[in-house]
């Protein structure tokens, strides 16, 4: 099924593999991909093997972007800047008349408030369940907190992680062994995707839309090394104790 007026803003990256191999496996094409430029000096990743998640589609990280697209005959557009907010990308956004531009860029990057004009609303899966978890690598302080994974679904805005939100959902902690970054987090966040985006193809709009309510928090920063090993160390331990 293609999703009209609905195209998809990539990087090169695990989690724009696991948006796109996770849409064509349920059969939701977005009718285009603009691709950012690729990042300089970057040797391939090499791709381990995982342990099977249930119900999840764990991204293939052999698979480029632009293979998955050729797979499912699905039209890219190849930027040659990684810039969110660049010329060029404004206007790529606005020659695709989207109404819905999936967000996958590069991690780190703000979307100015001149790309978030262009029209189209932005769809980001955040890893973290808000308003309680704004910020970085919110899923590694989840765990850290005893909470579950979790991803939420919403629509950009001029700050951190306060857009409405579409959707939420939780997920089980993953396993012990799995690339957690690359693999668990990428997959957790097409899952959503792929559901918002299903729901989407029936109804013809973003169901659910409300803006956050509950007690205004502040984003958390990327985890420090020692606090994300605490992090894995617990599932690790968690795992073990269940064996």
């Known amino acids: 099924m293609i999703l009209n007026k609905v195209v998809m803003l990539a990087a090169h990256t695990a989690r724009s593999q696991a948006y796109i191999q996770t849409l064509v496996a349920h059969g939701l094409l977005p009718v285009k991909v603009i691709l950012l430029a690729p990042p300089e000096n970057t040797s391939p990743r090499q791709a381990r093997p995982q342990p099977d998640v249930a119900s999840l589609i764990l ?3 052999d698979e480029s972007i632009n293979a998955t697209c050729a797979r499912a005959s699905i ?10 907010n660049s010329m060029e990308v404004a206007e790529a956004t606005s020659a695709a008349q989207a ?9 780190g990057q703000i979307v ?3 790309v978030l004009a262009l029209g189209p609303v932005f769809l980001h899966m955040h890893s973290g369940w808000l308003p309680a978890y704004r910020g970085s690598t919110t899923l590694y302080y989840a765990l850290l907190n005893g909470d579950p994974p979790a991803v939420s679904a919403l629509l ?4 951190i992680d306060t857009g409405p939100v579409v959707a939420r959902r939780q997920y089980p902690k993953p396993p012990a062994n799995i690339d957690v970054d690359s693999v668990y987090d990428a997959a957790i966040r097409a899952d959503l995707l792929a559901r918002v985006l299903k729901d989407y193809a029936t109804s013809g709009q973003l169901s659910g839309e409300r803006q956050q309510a509950g007690p205004d928090t502040n984003p958390y920063y990327v985890i420090h ?10 599932l690790a331990s968690q795992h073990s ?3």
């Open 225 to 234: 090394p020692v606090l994300k090993h605490l992090a894995l160390l617990s």
């Open 75 to 84: 039209p890219t557009v190849e930027l040659g800047t990684r810039d969110i």
């Open 156 to 159: 950009l805005d001029k700050h």
């Open 241 to 243: 104790n269940d064996g």
């Open 59 to 61: 991204p293939n990280l």
């Open 112 to 114: 100015a408030d001149h």
């Open 99 to 107: 109404d819905v531009v999936i967000y996958s860029g590069y991690g």
